[in-house]
């Protein structure tokens, strides 16, 4: 075998080649190897979170919880410049309990667990305003804890913003000298009070 010739044009492109060659191919395995590990971690977390939450079954149920559904979809729409628009979601669990139906998460790791991060909470309020429910439970199965997460309705809020304003109104009311305007406020304050419960 000839030895290398560092004056020989054609011998300088061969190695350059065979550099080119020899980093492009270590790159190449070297994304293969990462692509894989991240793909195994993946795995790794699917099945893991799939194995959390069959062991929350167990865990509602001993909390005498009865489960009613598991990760059935419910489809709930809305409107985006008047046209309508379908989503679906699926909660883990549908559970009972004294009577009352409750909407179930399932959650693990490190962030999903608590209500404050961003999309957990979002995905909870959805649930919360799709599926008929008297509460909706966080179960972080990290510390095998089921937290209940409770929204105020834009409803509840008009309506205590009322009654605050129905107390000051009545409070005033008992403070003027006159029986006559005393029954005035009693009768609009009834009227408003009765008129906010129908509507």
């Given at each position: 075998?000839?030895?290398?010739?560092?004056?020989?044009?054609?011998?300088?492109?061969?190695?350059?080649?065979?550099?080119?060659?020899?980093?492009?191919?270590?790159?190449?395995?070297?994304?293969?190897?990462?692509?894989?590990?991240?793909?195994?971690?993946?795995?790794?977390?699917?099945?893991?979170?799939?194995?959390?939450?069959?062991?929350a079954k167990k865990f509602l149920k001993s909390r005498g919880y009865t489960i009613t559904d598991y990760q059935n979809t419910y489809a709930h729409q809305y409107s985006v410049n008047g046209v309508l628009q379908t989503a679906e979601i699926q909660p883990d669990y549908?559970?009972?309990?004294?009577?009352?139906?409750?909407?179930?998460?399932?959650?693990?790791?490190?962030?999903?667990?608590?209500?404050?991060?961003?999309?957990?909470?979002?995905?909870?309020?959805?649930?919360?305003?799709?599926?008929?429910?008297?509460?909706?439970?966080?179960?972080?199965?990290?510390?095998?804890?089921?937290?209940?997460?409770?929204?105020?309705?834009?409803?509840?809020?008009?309506?205590?913003?009322?009654?605050?304003?129905?107390?000051?109104?009545?409070?005033?009311?008992?403070?003027?000298?006159?029986?006559?305007?005393?029954?005035?406020?009693?009768?609009?304050?009834?009227?408003?009070?009765?008129?906010?419960?129908?509507?």
């Amino acid at each position: 075998m000839p030895a290398f010739d560092y004056t020989n044009h054609n011998h300088i492109i061969f190695l350059l080649l065979g550099a080119i060659i020899v980093t492009l191919l270590f790159f190449l395995i070297r994304y293969k190897i990462t692509e894989y590990f991240k793909a195994l971690k993946v795995k790794k977390r699917f099945e893991r979170g799939n194995k959390l939450e069959l062991q929350a079954k167990k865990f509602l149920k001993s909390r005498g919880y009865t489960i009613t559904d598991y990760q059935n979809t419910y489809a709930h729409q809305y409107s985006v410049n008047g046209v309508l628009q379908t989503a679906e979601i699926q909660p883990d669990y549908i559970v009972k309990k004294n009577g009352k139906t409750y909407v179930v998460e399932v959650k693990s790791g490190n962030t999903a667990i608590n209500v404050s991060n961003r999309s957990t909470r979002r995905q909870l309020l959805e649930y919360d305003y799709v599926v008929e429910n008297d509460g909706v439970f966080l179960l972080d199965m990290e510390n095998r804890e089921l937290k209940l997460v409770q929204f105020t309705s834009k409803a509840e809020k008009r309506s205590s913003k009322l009654l605050k304003a129905i107390i000051i109104v009545a409070i005033i009311g008992i403070s003027i000298p006159y029986w006559q305007v005393k029954i005035a406020i009693g009768i609009i304050l009834g009227l408003v009070f009765f008129f906010e419960k129908r509507f």
